[in-house]
């Protein structure tokens, strides 16, 4: 079956530091890959998707790169803002249109 | 707008009670669903309707009934509420038939507390 492991958290970072989260999948066809944010006392949001192998998904200073050969899709931001702390989720839809969530990792951000 | 919205976002009530919440899109989408968030964060899916039709229904107590009287509407029964209920639950909507059929849209989520 479908799985996404993600890093544990939580993470704690200082502003304008580097953020990577790494994510991991297991698929057996050839999945859309997503991460989700949640911020506090929300639902989730669309952070940004890739639907192929080598597509970088990318919004509000976040990107994630679908590599098949590590079957990896790890979140980067170059330099994160108090405003970026949330919950983030990696997640994968097979065919069947279903998400498979990560077990999410809890960023912190310090000013 | 509202794309997704939930109802309550708070509900709290006693083991052996009932208990409905309410999810509507005002997004046209086909395709609904429900999935639970535990105190850990995990989320998992429960169910999926497409066109009011049940396509997905993971291993979950038959405690639990969605309805889906039509498209923009599934609402979630649940009968002889737990402890182990407890839980927030979101509603997601998508459009399946589309060029993005997988991104998903979430509602706010109703937190269940079951004492």
């Known amino acids: 079956g479908n799985s996404v492991t993600q890093m544990e958290g939580p993470v704690t970072l200082s502003e304008e530091a580097f953020l990577t989260i790494n994510c991991t999948y297991t698929?057996?066809?050839?999945?859309?890959l997503f991460w989700y944010v949640q911020y506090p006392g929300e639902g989730l949001q669309l952070l940004l998707k890739?639907?192929?192998?080598?597509d970088k998904g990318s919004n509000k200073g976040f990107e994630a790169t679908y590599r098949k050969e590590t079957t990896s899709f790890h979140l980067e931001k170059g330099s994160v803002q108090v405003s970026d702390s949330a919950v983030y989720f990696c997640a994968l839809s097979d065919d069947d249109y279903k998400l498979s969530f990560g077990a999410g990792t809890t960023v912190t951000v310090r000013a | 707008d509202t794309a997704v919205s939930q109802t309550p976002k708070y509900l709290v009530t006693q083991m052996g009670n009932d208990k409905s919440i309410k999810c509507e899109q005002n997004?046209?989408?086909?395709?609904m669903y429900w999935y639970k968030q535990d105190s850990k964060k995990f989320l998992k899916i429960m169910f999926s309707?497409?066109?009011?039709?049940?396509?997905i229904n993971e291993t979950v107590p038959n405690r639990f009934s969605p309805k889906s009287p039509d498209k923009a509407h599934l609402n979630l029964h649940i009968n002889s509420l737990e402890l182990g209920d407890s839980a927030v639950y979101f509603c997601?909507?998508?459009?399946?038939?589309?060029?993005?059929?997988?991104?998903?849209?979430f509602g706010p989520g109703t937190r269940l507390t079951v004492l």
């Open positions: 997004l046209g989408h086909d395709t």
């Open positions: 890739a639907t192929k192998a080598d």
């Open positions: 309707y497409n066109n009011k039709e049940l396509i």
């Open positions: 997601a909507s998508s459009q399946v038939f589309s060029s993005s059929p997988d991104t998903q849209y």
């Open positions: 698929a057996t066809g050839y999945p859309s």
